[in-house]
């Protein structure tokens, strides 16, 4: 088996399969901590994202956006791919 490049953040996420069924994340320890770091920032910024650009095993970049919500509203709807909100 070949090893995933340390040079680059790699991280998948795997959608929830049904109801209670879990959301998966694997990744190399540089995605992870890209995950991480993006985290921090939305909660240390609540007011703009947080943002990680990671590769996922196709060595696709895409970018995750992490939002800090304190209500129902913000919380329901899911976001249009395109509008990041």
């Not at 991480?36 to 956006?65: K, Q, R």
């Amino acid at each position: 088996m070949s090893e995933l490049p340390k040079d680059y953040p790699m991280l998948h996420i795997y959608p929830s399969k049904g109801t209670r069924q879990p959301v998966i994340i694997k990744g190399n320890a540089e995605g992870l901590c890209a995950l991480v770091n993006a985290l921090i920032s939305a909660i240390a910024h609540p007011n703009s994202s947080g943002i990680a650009e990671v590769f996922n095993g196709d060595a696709e970049v895409y970018e995750v956006v992490v939002h800090l919500v304190t209500t129902h509203e913000k919380l329901s709807p899911v976001p249009d791919q395109n509008s990041q909100q």
